[in-house]
């Protein structure tokens, strides 16, 4: 591996953030990962009994909306290249109180106001929330003897964390069904932007579309504010001991033209494709019977505008205490040409300290 290139993809998760709002996008000849969940090893059980993790409980909080200390978010990732799978837990619990001088703040996108062509100014904080994170592994089946504990404290954005992307799931499905029943609707081009609101007479114009394809203000927040909080989630990842050594393999490096043509820079944009998600029932849990409804769509990371990671991703109800994670119980991430290494994040287990 480039090491160059791996100090700078380090960074560029670090820092990544675009603006966008949510778009549709066009699909293209990319791998995307397969929905595979995660093979546990059996020395798994063992060693979170060693180092005191839950694998198992699944909580969700049903009477407050966002992270509060002791909530708990238990995660298995998985890095597999050429036949050999390394795997770690992952386990992140919500602190409080203010940030030490010691505790890493992840570069975060300041407080936005997003005006959508509906007439609806949708609002994102920047208020925070600590996690304490502990890293367990590397679990390999023919010597546990190196298994070992790295922590960290990091700084998110609490907000952005919350909006989730089940949201935008619902939000976009439901406008493909409108527009299958009615292409006249298709015509309705959904925008947002950051510099002032749309002229009155263009909302105006788009009441008639918007009520028929069933938009509202709470799928507006999500189809908005998904793409801020898909990277809130990168960054957190990024900065987890272990993980973020994974990450540039995952990668296709831009061109060596296109960082010239940027002026010996790297652009990253996302595409998501929310348009296309699939209604998902998970089973919750292995001693219940009841499902809770999630999604399964794709997403793909551009680096000057060139296809440089393939996503996969599961995601339900960014409530606490998953709301760690955005509501996300499965990524998977590879190169876009198929090739190479594959990195998988799955949610084990959930629980809260306090309603």
């Known amino acids: 591996m480039n090491r160059s290139w791996t100090m700078a993809g380090l960074r560029m998760f670090a820092l990544w953030f675009v603006p966008l709002g949510l778009v549709a996008a066009d699909t293209e000849e990319i791998h995307y990962p397969s929905l595979q969940w995660i093979d546990w090893k059996e020395e798994i059980t063992e060693v979170a009994s ?22 708990t978010v238990t995660g298995l990732v998985a890095f597999e290249d050429e036949g050999e799978t390394t795997q770690w837990l992952v386990e992140l619990v919500a602190q409080t109180g203010s940030t030490s001088p010691s505790t890493p703040v992840i570069e975060t996108s300041p407080p936005m106001r997003i005006y959508s062509i509906t007439g609806t100014a949708l609002e994102f904080s920047d208020e925070k929330i600590n996690l304490a994170v502990r890293v367990i592994g590397p679990i390999d089946a023919t010597d546990l003897t190196g298994v070992a504990e790295k922590r960290v404290e990091l700084s ?21 069904e409108r527009v299958t029943a ?3 609707l298709a015509k309705f081009k959904y925008r947002s932007r950051t510099s002032k609101p749309f002229d009155a007479r263009i909302v ?6 918007v ?27 990024a ?4 993980v973020r050594d994974c990450l540039p393999a995952v990668v296709s490096p831009p061109s060596r033209w296109s960082v010239w043509r940027n002026r010996g820079g790297v652009e990253p944009t996302v595409k998501m494709h929310p348009q296309f998600a699939q209604p998902i029932k998970l089973k ?4 219940t019977t009841k499902q809770e409804a999630a999604f399964g769509f794709t997403a793909l990371l551009q680096l000057n505008g060139q296809p440089a990671m393939a996503c996969a991703l599961v995601a339900m109800a960014s409530r606490p205490p998953i709301q760690a994670t955005g509501g996300i119980v499965w990524l998977a991430a590879q190169r876009p040409d198929g090739t190479g290494p594959r990195l998988t994040f799955q949610v084990l287990a959930t629980s809260f300290s306090a309603p």
Do not use: S
Request: hydrophobic letters at 45%; aromatic letters at 6%; a negative charge.
């Open 204 to 209: 105006e114009a788009a009441q008639p579309l």
């Open 284 to 287: 919750w849990g292995p001693e």
């Open 182 to 184: 009615d292409p006249q």
């Open 50 to 71: 060693r180092f005191d993790v839950a694998v198992r409980k699944r909580e969700f909080v049903q009477t407050r909306a966002t992270l509060q200390l002791g909530d």
């Open 239 to 242: 900065h987890i001991p272990e």
């Open 156 to 176: 998110v954005n609490r907000d952005l964390l919350a909006v989730g992307l089940d949201r935008a799931c619902e939000g976009w499905t439901l406008m493909r």
């Open 211 to 237: 009520t028929a394809l069933g938009l509202t203000p709470e799928l507006e927040h999500g189809m908005i504010g998904a793409q801020p909080m898909l990277m809130e989630f990168w960054k957190l990842v």
